[in-house]
């Protein structure tokens, strides 16, 4: 996606070997418009898959699956990660391993937005080693719902996110593949 690709490279930052920064359009300040176009483009792909639910993680998944599931005319579930005392009914929960915060969370949907007659497009901003994405889908699983695809903005293929998920049978969908991120440069996959 040729918009995805020209703001990583003006406004990505390498961090390390192996993480990228875009702080100032997904995970921190949020770019409207991009965002508006990520969800056309996804949205384009599944209008005739009768998707029911999206589902992501916070926060930075919340702003792209906000703008597919407009688009799909969806409710947008995320799963949290700290329990809340509003959280008063029957939840779904899971262990998620964070790439960027290297801790482990329990992450959580109430039983009540998630059923069995539910068809999800899962979502998030990055796909590094799956953890995440998986962690999603085992609610999913919890629930009985069925999950048509993994949509990802920013995956980086260097890692093993995409083999894992597609090992277990799940389609991985995203905008943006970055092979490495060697020499602070940002190097893609041509689609
Ligand atoms: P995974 O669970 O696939 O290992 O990692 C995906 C999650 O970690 C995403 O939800 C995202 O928040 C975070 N993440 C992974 N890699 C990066 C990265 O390079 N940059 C940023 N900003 N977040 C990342």
């Known amino acids: 996606m040729k918009e995805l690709f020209e703001k990583i490279i003006n406004e990505g930052t390498v961090l390390k070997e192996d993480v990228l920064k875009v702080d100032s359009f997904l995970t921190h300040q949020i770019d409207p418009e991009l965002m508006s176009l990520i969800g056309k483009k996804f949205a384009d792909k599944y209008r005739d898959k009768n998707i029911t ?67 999800v497009l899962v979502v998030d901003d990055f796909l590094a ?32 996110g995409r083999s894992l998920l597609e090992e277990k049978g799940y389609i991985v969908d995203s905008l943006a593949r970055i092979t490495s991120l060697e020499d602070n440069k940002v190097h893609f996959l041509e689609e």
């Not at 579930?77 to 790439?99: C, D, G, H, N």
């Not at 080693?129 to 293929?157: F, R, T």
Request: glycine fraction near 8%; hydrophobic fraction near 45%; proline fraction near 2%.
């Open 129 to 160: 080693n799956g953890q995440a994405a998986l962690g999603l889908v085992e609610l999913c699983g919890q629930a009985g719902a069925s999950v048509e695809a993994i949509n990802i903005v920013i995956e980086k293929a260097f890692q093993n």
């Open 53 to 119: 639910k999206i589902v992501t993680i916070e926060s930075s998944g919340i702003a792209p699956a906000v703008f597919i599931g407009l688009e799909l005319g969806v409710p947008v579930i995320f799963a949290r990660k700290q329990k809340s005392l509003t959280m008063t009914t029957e939840l779904l929960t899971a262990s998620v391993y964070s790439f960027t915060k290297q801790t482990t969370n329990q992450i959580s949907i109430s039983t009540k937005f998630l059923t069995s007659n539910d068809n």
